[in-house]
């Protein structure tokens, strides 16, 4: 049988790599793979602790569901900013969008 | 080693394998693709937990969606907002340590608690994998249709707000509101 | 109304027009005259209502015109001040105020009022032949001031109001000389007289204070008239020798040896001349010098405490008459070498007061008082006989435009025929001065002293007296055979003439005095008319003293000694002069040889105290006090002190204020500013960075949470 660890290992691997992307990747849209890796292992997270400990209780399949919808306006307004941001700036080099400073 | 705990390990290395793929690749069509592949390992996975349903709506939303969004975006930029430079940003190293550092951390965290390492897969309740179960919830107002309702508004603000926000800019002022 | 409140209100109209004329009416000549007039013809009637009041009073002496009140609070007691009317102050109200309006009344003419004042005449000097005088109206302010300050001192009964009016004249003699301060020799001569009768006044200030402390109060009546404190004064040793009555007496008289001019303080008298000549009439002849005798006349119970009549005089009544013998001969000398008319008077002025101071030392008390009245007339007579003098020949001069001292008499000569009144009214004030028998009044009072003199064995004072009055006779006749007699000997002289009536009716009042008031004081033993007229001013003003002095006893030398002198000295004086031509030199000049160049020179008296007491005073004041002390000694310790501040000051602000303080306010600030510029750093505006970070303290949270804690 597969311990409920293995999943969660899994899980800790996926959303580290997927936190390497988000602060490592010089591409905004980059970035944005990066945080859907990070929710993705969330929801292998959820899925897991509710497969392996509470089976009956189904709030962590509902759970898992509002993440995918929160997870797709994320992604779609995310585009749109970016794409936003780069008709001002002309760049979509995280680094070089640095105006909030002082 | 059952045939699962096989399945399981190779769908984890690939998912894995694809997860790197997207956060190394220098070209973002190849990242997007990757991301497809890691996505459906993730499904995969899914299936393996008995949670089928989710699994087809990962498959239909995140890959057949989002993804695909994803790809839309960058093809359909892709002379204007092409990437040139570095892959990483100077300070890769430290996003590198960080991340590992918290990989760490929540190892060390989840192999503290020996029910995790032991505990198999309790018995499941239902066949259909709680579906019918989960529709329900979903629409009942002593359960779940507050979160679900929101989600939906949730949904619509982001709609129209990636719509303005992606919108020309001339033809906003145009428009006016 | 009472004689006493009249005494009291005399002094004030002179003061009410002192006032009025300096705020309201110094533009208008006319009004100011009027007023100053008004005001002395009101104080004169004043004055003689009182004095017909005095001397029909019997026994003023033991019962005088008194009246006092309280005035200065001093503790449970109080000083008290008021009038007193008794026969001396009677007799020397009556010539002051007779004096006074005549002079006030003889100004209006000598200031040239009527004329026009012409353009080229300045405020401050004094106008060309004949024009109106610029300051008018404050010539008559000034003399009213003086004038107010003359009757307080004449009618006071005590020391210290005596002595506010002695300060008041000293005042207005300073005012007065200095009147053209345009000119140098007048602004002088005007510092020389206050300082001079200033050294004077210290000393009679200290007799006042000592005098109070010893019997506790300055009132008249209860020194001069208590048997009791007289003897306590002149049997109590106070220093040097002295009783108290003789050092009180002694320092008292020093004032009026600065205000009398006698020796040694006699040198502002002369130079006092510079005034206008009714200022020299009035304050330098008639009244302000008179009041120092006056002083000595009634301090005459302290000087003679102790003395009986005929027996040895006290130290104090030695020192007095040793100085005015001395004075009299000594003054005398010198006029006999002026050849300015006011300056021959003015020694001549001196010499009589030594006369009278001489008299009092001697224990004369009444022939002191008698020559102080008559000399008061004929010496103002002769006073405003030589400005008349003086105005004639300064018209002679306008007409002919010559340009010499109208005041020289060795430019004048002839103007008997000119200025008709002027010359008799001159000669009789003349013979007055030099005694002439039976008809002048001043052989009376000077036959008086000699006669007190020579019968009480004073013969050293007889002798030198005697001698002055050769000398006065000589000196008078020489100035007015010079003045009057013979050819004019300038051109000036011979276009002088007469004066107007403001001034010549004054001359023929003290004319008259000069001539009658002797007649008051004929000796009741004397050959042929004695006795016909009583001897009023024996009986009347005699009556002051506690004991009535005895008449001395008729003798025929003094007599005989003094018609002598007399008329030897106007022959002599007529003789040597009387052929003196234009351009000659004096004719005593070859007689005398270079005693008359010491003479001249008036012993060189004020070239000695130039240098040995003004010099001096000045080299302290200016060198010592002023260059050394004030600006080195003090000066430098006030700079001292400020550099020492102010280094200080410097160093504290360059090393304590500035770094420290400063510093502290900046670093503050700075450091601040710093550390946000520092800070700010962190702030990259890159999102992924501050991601960094999150995640970083995430991990180090979940270390912390799982090696630290157990």
């Known amino acids: 049988m597969i311990p409920l660890s293995w999943y969660l290992i899994l899980s800790a691997l996926l959303f580290c790599v997927g936190t390497f992307g988000v602060l490592a990747r010089r591409n905004a849209v980059g970035i944005l793979m990066g945080i859907e890796l990070m929710l993705n292992a969330v929801n292998l997270n959820l899925v897991a602790f509710w497969r392996y400990l509470t089976p009956g209780l189904i709030a962590g399949q509902v759970f898992t569901l509002i993440v995918f919808a929160v997870a797709a306006s994320e992604a779609s307004v995310g585009l749109a900013l970016i794409i936003s941001i780069y008709r001002r700036r002309s760049t979509v080099v995280a680094d070089e969008i640095n105006l909030m400073k002082w | ?177 | 109304m009472r004689p006493e409140i009249l005494t009291l209100l005399i002094p004030l109209p002179p003061l009410l027009a002192f006032g009025l004329i300096v705020l309201f009416t110094n533009r208008s000549n006319r009004l100011s005259h009027s007023v100053a007039i008004g005001a002395m013809l009101l104080s004169w009637g004043m004055a003689m209502a009182v004095f017909i009041a005095a001397v029909t009073a019997p026994h003023l002496g033991e019962h005088p015109i008194e009246l006092s009140f309280p005035w200065l609070p001093t503790g449970a007691t109080a000083l008290s001040i008021g009038v007193l009317i008794d026969p001396l102050s009677a007799a020397t109200l009556f010539f002051v105020a007779w004096t006074c309006l005549a002079i006030f009344v003889y100004s209006v003419g000598y200031h040239n009022y009527g004329q026009p004042r012409e353009a080229h005449d300045r405020a401050g000097l004094p106008p060309h032949g004949g024009g109106l005088e610029p300051m008018y109206a404050r010539f008559f302010a000034f003399i009213s001031l003086f004038a107010f300050g003359m009757l307080t001192l004449v009618v006071s009964d005590n020391l210290l109001l005596l002595f506010v009016g002695w300060e008041i004249m000293g005042l207005c003699s300073y005012l007065l000389i200095g009147f053209w301060f345009g000119k140098d020799s007048a602004k002088k001569a005007m510092v020389k007289a206050f300082m001079t009768t200033r050294i004077g006044d210290v000393f009679m200030l200290l007799g006042l204070a000592y005098l109070y402390s010893a019997t506790g109060t300055l009132n008249y009546r209860a020194i001069l008239a208590n048997e009791e404190v007289l003897h306590h004064l002149a049997t109590t040793p106070a220093f040097l020798g002295l009783s108290i009555a003789g050092a009180c007496g002694i320092l008292l008289f020093m004032g009026t040896v600065g205000k009398s001019a006698q020796f040694p303080l006699h040198v502002w008298l002369p130079d006092a001349m510079e005034g206008p000549t009714p200022v020299s009439a009035m304050i330098h002849a008639a009244t302000m010098v008179s009041a120092g005798v006056y002083l000595t006349l009634r301090m005459f119970p302290l000087l003679a405490a102790g003395w009986e009549e005929g027996g040895a005089l006290t130290t104090p009544m030695l020192v007095v008459s040793a100085v005015g013998a001395f004075t009299a001969l000594f003054a005398a000398t010198i006029a006999v070498a002026q050849n300015d008319i006011k300056r021959v008077l003015a020694y001549s002025t001196i010499s009589q007061l030594g006369y009278m101071v001489a008299a009092v030392g001697i224990g004369a008390f009444v022939a002191a008082a008698f020559h102080l009245i008559t000399h008061a007339f004929f010496k103002a007579l002769l006073f405003l006989g030589s400005g008349s003098v003086i105005h004639g020949m300064e018209h002679g001069e306008h007409e002919t435009h010559a340009h010499t001292d109208p005041q020289d008499m060795l430019n004048m000569g002839g103007l008997r025929s000119k200025m008709p009144a002027t010359f008799w009214t001159f000669l009789i004030g003349g013979l007055a001065l030099a005694g002439f028998p039976l008809i002048t009044a001043g052989f009376w009072s000077k036959d008086e002293i000699f006669a007190d003199a020579f019968a009480n064995g004073r013969l050293l004072v007889f002798g030198t007296l005697a001698l002055a009055a050769l000398l006065t006779a000589f000196y008078t006749m020489r100035q007015i055979t010079l003045t009057f007699l013979g050819q004019p000997r300038t051109q000036a002289a011979g276009h002088a003439h007469e004066s107007k009536w403001t001034m010549t009716l004054p001359l023929i009042v003290l004319a008259v005095f000069a001539v009658a008031a002797g007649w008051a004081g004929i000796p009741e033993d004397f050959p042929l008319i004695g006795g016909l007229l009583p001897n009023w001013m024996h009986d009347f003003v005699g009556g002051t003293l506690l004991e009535h002095p005895h008449p001395v006893a008729f003798s025929p030398i003094p007599l005989l000694t003094s018609i002598g002198v007399s008329l030897l000295g106007l022959l002599g004086g007529w003789l040597v002069y009387r052929n003196a031509k234009a351009g000659a030199p004096d004719p005593l000049i070859r007689a005398l040889g270079p005693v008359h160049t010491l003479l001249k020179r008036k012993y060189y008296f004020d070239e000695l105290y130039e240098r040995f007491v003004v010099a001096p005073a000045y080299w302290l004041a200016e060198t010592f006090t002023y260059k050394f002390l004030d600006g080195k000694v003090i000066d430098g310790v006030l700079h001292t002190i400020a550099l020492v501040a102010g280094s200080v000051g410097t160093y504290l602000r360059r090393y304590i204020d500035l770094p420290l303080v400063n510093g502290a306010g900046d670093l503050v600030g700075e450091s601040i500013k710093r550390a946000g510029r520092g800070g700010r750093v962190i702030q990259t505006g890159r999102v992924q960075g501050y991601l960094v970070v999150g995640v970083a303290f995430v991990a180090l949270l979940l270390s912390y949470v799982l090696l630290v804690r157990p």
Not at chain 2, 1 to 25: E, K, R
Not at chain 2, 50 to 56: D, M, P, Q, T
Not at chain 2, 95 to 112: E, K, P, Y
């Open chain 2, 1 to 177: 080693m059952t045939v699962l705990q096989i399945v399981f390990l190779v769908t984890g290395f690939v998912t894995l394998l694809a997860g790197v793929m997207v956060v190394a690749s220098p070209k973002l069509v190849h990242a997007a693709l990757w991301l497809i592949v890691s996505l459906a390992g993730v499904a995969v996975l899914f299936v393996l937990l008995n949670a089928n349903f989710l699994a087809v709506v990962q498959v239909v939303v995140y890959i057949g969606a989002i993804a695909i969004l994803i790809i839309f975006a960058v093809m359909l930029t892709r002379r204007v907002m092409a990437d040139t430079g570095p892959t990483h940003n100077p300070s890769w190293w430290l996003a590198l340590i960080s991340a590992l550092v918290l990989l760490g951390g929540l190892l060390a965290l989840i192999l503290q608690v020996p029910a995790f390492a032991q505990a198999g897969p309790t018995a499941q309740p239902a066949a259909d994998s709680g579906l019918s179960d989960l529709g329900t919830a979903l629409v009942d107002v002593n359960r779940f249709l507050l979160p679900f309702e929101v989600a939906s508004v949730l949904l619509l603000a982001a709609l129209i707000g990636a719509m303005a926000i992606a919108r020309p800019a001339d033809a906003a002022e145009e428009g006016g509101e």
